[in-house]
């Protein structure tokens, strides 16, 4: 019997363990899998699996999570009780299973009502492995007061022996919040939900507000893991081809045989409804530098019905689409047109997945003056809708996507089966249907039906405009705001350092010895489970595909299981590009397909694109060469999906974007890049890592200077600069000409296309495809091209930050050098044996570590979410001294080549899969060179890693970048000198 028929029998019979009863079954022919709903006899767990032949396989256990405060608490404990367990007394075992592990997604989450561990594995030892790990963290962990004080919050003295200096706050999830709550649209949506919620846990944040997760105690955390973190209260989900008896075998062997039922119904309550819409204005943190004009948020939010209701639901879902979905949608037209706010809120959509849902609408870059405009422009949209309705075609739009959302098979960010289990969790959490957010078509297909009434959209927008629980926030800037709040923390600390007696004191002093001894302590890290490279597989596997042409249009097809999409790709090779025609390419990218075509407008484009496909996007694409860095290649992507009855209309789509687009809607121009502007700055906090390596590595290759300029916080500047340059009429409609230009040269460029759909449907697509695409070509008129470039980068930038993100860069090598791989495990090498401990642990940092980039030939480290500055940047130095002056061990360098291989390795969607592959090959990245790299990742020695740590690291001047804050500027403004930064501001 062959793997695939194992897995047919397994989606066929859904047969329960003995300690376990099936409640129900059903197959979804839609995804092509069974979900079926079982419960533990003796203490009422639920298990939801979902058979499938896909050998990938994922698990998940959640915990309802119901917090009565903003400690943190489910936050802290999600954190706390992967540090070791009862069969695992290990400091760490949840890092040292990543290190052990082929594993593609091993993480955990805190939501508002549930905390969840998923992982997931393609390897069966590997999966079983991570079970034991799992089962035993979650229900049998030990709460060590010591990794409470490191993930949570502890007091230190600023010298750690001296208890005359300053008192500090200190933690991983404090500072983690800290970062979490830099961000504007984290703020909005907290205070949103503190008004919205004025009685429910949702009133609260989960995650821990910085101000009051210091109140937490350790007593507490303990109450809180013995009340919710029990078989009764737990959720236990599962994907893939291994049987549901098979998992659950292991579910009562490792866990539920020692539990009994628990009484305690923990669940979220019904929240208490307003009688009157409410308006309230609070203020959030700006830079003293900035201007306060133009920088308020407005945001209007409904308290809607019950998601685990799925009519309920799918009604909201509709409704928020019909309203929200795309710029021809007439409330995201208003708010996006309207010169009251500069773009639509981030805030704009549905939140389904809490227990009652959530609709929200807004404008950010407004003025307190303008809320009773702003509110008022959104009720009037709503009543218009009530009034007249929506054209029939574009509810059917709606439907659409839903369809499309609902059938396409993912994996390329999380994988697939984990993105169907989290779809199905908030309703399992609130002791819904979760079988039925699956299994949408007949919901869909009733919906339908009833949107054949003229009356029906326009009923439910009555019934918002009638709901009275409504909220109006106006979240105003506040330039003193984080001044305050940084003082009060010190005047807490201060006040609080008087009342301790030295007795108190040295209780501190002793815990912040014991928490660094035990941060340095090596552990027997053999009581864990593992694979080794003997667990590897031997290869990478080649994707099949074949090649031909529409006339002289050469295009690349591959034949994969996408459950009835097609995906379509124009690729147009860049052409040569002045400096400043380079720097738009960002603006270039994102109007390309959000203009008019033609004597369309932009708004019946919309429309247009919502009925025909699933999104179509432009991007460009760059690599350095496989061999040098300073080669450069680069295509511009015209990129999107469709079910396949509509594979003919999105050809003509993205050819008529091609062909038809015009430049003359100055109006749309301009609030597309405010909209963009707005995006890119409320990302800085989440991506800010990110940002800190992209600066200081802008100088190590042509490519990375782009790659800064068009999406880094050099960026993010330009459009800064750009957005109010084109506030002057003369320079929008000098932009738009510039632009066109621009399309000009890449509708002159050669092409070539990609195409994925079934193996059965490929011959007849192309056959309709063909008179579309016919002769769509040119010869190229010149080649994209880059100065060679090299250079030292030293910055330090001003952010709205609470926290520091950290990065140094060194010159390498590209992917084809033979120390390419080498680099790649050391980076792995260097994270797993030193970074993670100094910057994490002992440091109090989110995350921290390091990767080699060989695409711009680069290494870089940095730190994520950092209280600290000058010692991390100290740590980076000192991981390469540990490195040349410790033996290697043989245990961490197995570990870090598995890590590299599993990221390799990693599965993507069907159709990620082919462009992953296709892409590779057009840069040159050839199933043989790839091959070739993982080759040498899996031969790796010792003498290797010391090797390029000597080539690389001794005696080159690194490349720094700090986003910080401009009161950690002024602070270090000598060391900053010293170190020839440059300030720079966005």
Known sequence: MTQADIAAQNIANPAAFPSFE????????????????????????????????????????????????????????????????????????????????????????????????PFASSNRKDFENLL???????????????????????????????????????????????????????????????????STTYHYNSGGDPEAIPDLSYEQLQSFYQSHYHPSNAIFMTFGDIPAAEHQARFEDLALNRFEALNTHIAVGDEKRYHAPLRVQESYPLPPSEDTADKTHVVVAWLMGKSTELETQLEAQLLAGVLLDNSASPLLHALETSSLGSAPSPMCGLEDSMREMVFACGVEGSNVSSADEVEKLILDTLKNVVENGIPKEDVDAVLHQLELRQREIGGDGYPYGLQLILTALGSATHRGKPIELLNLDPALQAIRAKTASPDYIKQLAQNLLDNPHRVTLVMSPDQQIQARAEQAEKDRLNALKTTLSDEQKQQIIEQTAALAER???????????????????????????????????????????????????????????????????????????????????????QARQAQVCGGISAYTTMRGGINDEQETQAYLVLSSKALLRNAKEQAKLMRDTLEQLRFDEFERLKELI?????????????????????????????????????????????????????????????????????HQKMLASSKELLIIAEDDQLQSLCSDLAPIW???????????????????????????????????????????HPDAPVLTVLAVYLRNGYLHRAIREQGGAYGGGASQDSNIAAFRFYSYRDPRLQETLEDFDKSIAWMLNTEVSAQGLEEAILGVVGSIDKPGSPAGEAKQDYHSNIFGRTIAE????????????????IRVCERYFSNTEASIAIVSNETKAEALSGWIAQQGLSIQRL
């Not at 939801?48 to 396989?57: C, G, L, R, V």
């Not at 200096?165 to 970062?179: A, D, H, I, P, R």
């Not at 409320?682 to 590595?697: E, K, P, Q, R, V």
Request: proline share 5%.
């Open 22 to 117: 099936l409640l129900s079954n059903e197959d979804v022919p839609a995804l092509g899998v069974s979900i079926a709903e079982y419960r533990h006899s003796k203490t009422g767990a639920s298990h939801y699996h979902i058979a499938s032949d896909n050998p990938e396989n994922v698990f998940l256990v959640a915990l309802r999570t119901v917090p009565k405060d903003s400690t943190g608490v489910a936050h802290i404990l999600e954190h706390t009780a992967l540090c070791g367990s009862e069969k695992y007394p290990v400091r760490d075992p949840f890092f040292m299973m990543i290190r052990r592990s082929l594993n593609s997604f091993m993480n955990a989450f805190t939501s508002s009502d549930w905390t969840a561990y």
């Open 132 to 198: 034991q790990v799992y089962l035993d963290a979650v229900f049998f962990s030990r709460l060590h007061p010591l990794d409470f004080a490191q993930e949570g919050h502890r007091l230190e003295f600023k010298d750690p022996k001296d208890p005359n200096s300053e008192l500090e706050f200190k933690g991983v999830v404090f500072n983690e919040m800290k970062g979490a709550m830099s961000s504007v649209p984290s703020q909005l949506w907290q205070t949103l939900c503190k008004y919205l919620f004025p």
């Open 519 to 605: 941060q340095t302590m090596e552990e027997d890290e053999s009581i864990l489970p593992k694979v080794t490279l003997q667990d590897v597989p031997l290869d990478t596997p080649a994707l099949q595909f074949d090649t031909a042409q529409f006339g002289n249009l050469p295009y690349t097809q591959y034949g994969r299981g996408t459950n009835g999409l097609v995906y379509q790709q124009l690729l147009i090779s860049l052409p040569e590009l002045t400096e400043h025609e380079l720097s738009l390419l960002s603006i270039y990218t994102l109007v390309a397909t959000e203009l008019g075509l033609g004597e369309q407008s932009y708004l019946q484009v």
């Open 674 to 742: 405010a909209q963009l502007k707005g995006r890119r700055e409320s990302a800085i906090t989440g991506n800010g890592h990110g940002l800190a390596m992209s600066a200081a590595s802008a100088g190590m290759s042509p490519i990375a200077k782009v790659n800064e300029e068009l999406g880094g916080l050099s960026g993010i500047r330009l459009l800064k600069q750009l957005s109010t340059r084109i506030e002057n009429k003369e320079s929008l409609a000098g932009l738009a000409g510039e632009l066109a230009v621009i």
């Open 774 to 816: 016919q002769d769509f070509n040119n010869d190229p008129l010149s080649s994209f091209g880059l100065p060679k470039l090299r250079a030292v980068n030293k910055e330090f930038w001003l952010a709205n930050s609470q926290v520091n993100f950290c990065a140094k860069a060194y010159p390498t090598v590209p992917s084809g």
């Open 930 to 945: 790839r091959r070739l790299f993982r080759q040498r990742v899996l031969t790796v020695s010792a003498e290797d890693l």
